[in-house]
Each structure stands twice: as C-alpha cells, then as structure tokens.
Nanobody, 117 residues
C-alpha cells in the first residue's frame, strides 16, 4: 500500500551535516512506525533510529546526541537530521515504515551518505 521515496544523501566532510527525507505515498502514514537503517559495504543492515506515531524516539548508541529522527504527518514525511558526521557514518541509509495494526510495511530505495575529507 505505502511507498517510500528517500532523498537528501550526498558527500560531506567530517563534522558536516545532512538531512535525509522519507516521503510516503498512500494513506495511513500518521499511524506508521518509522525507522532509519544504514548499511555500510560488507556490513549487515543496522537500525539507526526509530519514531512511533506518537513521536517517541529511540537511537542507536553510535548516533545518540548527533542524529535526530522526526516526522511531519501533514507532509507524510519522516526525516533524519545528521550532525557532526563521522567517516564511520558512511553507508546507504534506508527508510522503513510499518503499520502496527495490519503489519504491512515498506522500504525506501536507499540514499548514499559519504563522509570523507
């Protein structure tokens, strides 16, 4: 049902910032749980941050204090604000959304984030 389109990735220097967007099409976004994952080359996909329909958030220890997940239900969009970026943050970042009632879910197409001098 829902489809997710990501944007905002790119190349930044260490210490820089990026804001990723995840735009949802279809109905029901207000009720979705949204998560951001990342996958570095040769590594397994790992959870970065999550946000509930009520705005409660959770972060992995590696990004706590640097990244912020948010959502704008009026725009059917979730965001990941990434500050103080480090080379180890380099990865493909994926948005994920799930309906906790129906258990339906969708993945974004992925967006590349590269942190390098």
């Amino acid at each position: 049902q829902v489809q997710l389109v990501e944007s905002g990735g790119g190349l930044v220097q260490p210490g820089g910032s990026l804001r990723l967007s995840c735009a949802a099409s279809g109905s029901g976004f207000n009720n979705y749980i949204v998560r951001w994952y990342r996958q570095a080359p040769g590594k397994q996909r790992a959870l970065v941050a999550a946000i509930t329909s009520g705005g409660r958030t959770n972060y992995s220890d590696s990004v706590k204090g640097r990244f912020t997940i948010s959502r704008d239900n009026a725009k059917n969009t979730a965001y990941l604000q990434m500050n103080s970026l480090k080379p180890e943050d380099t990865a493909v970042y994926y948005c994920f959304a799930a309906d906790p009632v129906s258990s339906s879910y969708a993945w974004g197409q992925g967006t590349q984030v590269t942190v390098s001098s």
